[in-house]
């Protein structure tokens, strides 16, 4: 089975703190993908990376970043975040020609 | 726990029943579509999944049905669970490579005993 895990199930951050959150998965897929959920606003594409170190902008990239040093671990960086960044960010992968499959999400609270 | 969407059209069904749900998507180019399955405070679940050279596919309990020439998708579930309450998303990849995909508001399934 497919294993995509996310370093958190929840975290609660200060706005202004820099904030990392880590996804991993185990079965050598080519395609990585962040995305937060909001009630009401679905599931929205922040970054997603196709290869160890490319990255491309979804259609919500303001306020962060991304890093793929390894090509099964992508990682996404809210520089300083802000209490508009409270959100469920959930992480996804994919092989070439498949579809995506999604971890368990991290709850982000920014106070 | 939160819920994943406020104000999502609702599906009832008694358990036992068999349900469907539907979903329009919105580009004729998409060649490959899944169905997602989301409880409560968790993760999409990769249900089930049919590309644009078949108009049906199925799995366990689960049917997919791909209508290409209204641009329409349904999940029929057979035999209802209250385990199958969940939010249900429909999800188009429109192609172009990187497999990005673009996901339905999705509809939430309540089963009653």
């Known amino acids: 089975d497919v294993k995509v895990t996310q370093s958190s199930r929840y975290l609660v951050k200060r706005t202004g703190e820099k904030v990392f959150l880590e996804c991993v998965q185990d079965?050598?897929?080519?395609?990585m993908f962040w995305y937060r959920q909001d009630p009401g606003l679905g599931l929205r594409l922040i970054y997603f990376?196709?290869?160890?170190?490319?990255?491309e902008k979804g259609d919500i990239p303001e306020g962060y970043s991304v890093s793929r040093e390894k090509k099964e671990r992508f990682s996404l960086i809210l520089e300083s975040a802000s209490t508009n960044q409270t959100s469920m960010y959930l992480c996804?992968?994919?092989?070439?020609?498949?579809?995506?499959?999604f971890g368990p999400g991290t709850r982000l609270t920014v106070l | 726990g939160e819920s994943v969407g406020l104000h999502l059209p609702t599906l009832s069904v008694q358990e036992g029943d068999n349900s469907i749900i539907n979903c329009a998507y919105s580009?004729?180019?998409?060649?490959?579509f899944i169905w997602y399955k989301q409880e409560s405070g968790k993760g999409p679940q990769f249900i089930i999944d049919?590309?644009?050279?078949?108009d049906k596919r199925q799995g366990q309990r689960v049917t997919v049905l791909l209508n290409k020439t209204v641009k329409h998708l349904s999940l029929q579930i057979a035999a209802t669970q209250p385990g199958d309450s969940a939010v249900y998303f429909c999800?188009?990849?429109?192609?172009?490579?990187?497999?990005?995909?673009?996901f339905g508001a999705g509809t939430r399934l309540a089963v009653h005993p």
């Open positions: 580009n004729s180019a998409s060649d490959y």
């Open positions: 049919i590309r644009s050279n078949m």
């Open positions: 999800a188009e990849n429109v192609g172009g490579g990187y497999n990005k995909l673009i």
């Open positions: 079965m050598d897929h080519e395609n």
């Open positions: 990376s196709y290869d160890v170190k490319m990255k």
């Open positions: 996804a992968s994919s092989p070439a020609g498949g579809g995506q499959f």
